[in-house]
């Protein structure tokens, strides 16, 4: 009798083992800080793994007291790059749109007043990108920049 309930408690044991263990690939994330041209800081998140390519995040906000964000250039690797956008502006509403060489839109994030949000662009091929905001004439006022990606 003693020797089935060892062998139940084992068997159970390694069955809670195997369940903690997991499975799949792993993946390491590196923070790393640039400091944007401009003035604003714009920091970047780079992790490695899983989809098999780099992402990035970095960090954009508008000014809360003009048309204009808080810095012109920003940087990211190359791979799946994220911008999150905050406009502490509670009274006038911007968004984030990149675009290639003056070329087609990648994205657009939504309008927000007064709160964050976030920009997933895919794929993103080492150049040279412009960021603006899309709301009425915001671009041309100004509210641009250039994303580096590398």
Known sequence: ????????LAAMASLALVACGGGGSSSTTTPTTTEAAGGGGATTTSSGGGSGGASSTVQLAADPSQIAFDTTSLSAKAG?????????????????????????????SKVVTGSSTTLDLKDLKAGTYTFYCSVDSHKDAGMKGTLTVQ
């Open 1 to 8: 009798m003693i020797k089935f309930v060892t062998l139940g």
């Open 80 to 108: 799946n790059v994220t911008i999150d956008f905050d406009n502490p502006n509670k009274a006038l509403g911007h968004d984030v749109c990149v675009e290639a060489a003056g070329e087609k839109e990648l994205g657009c």
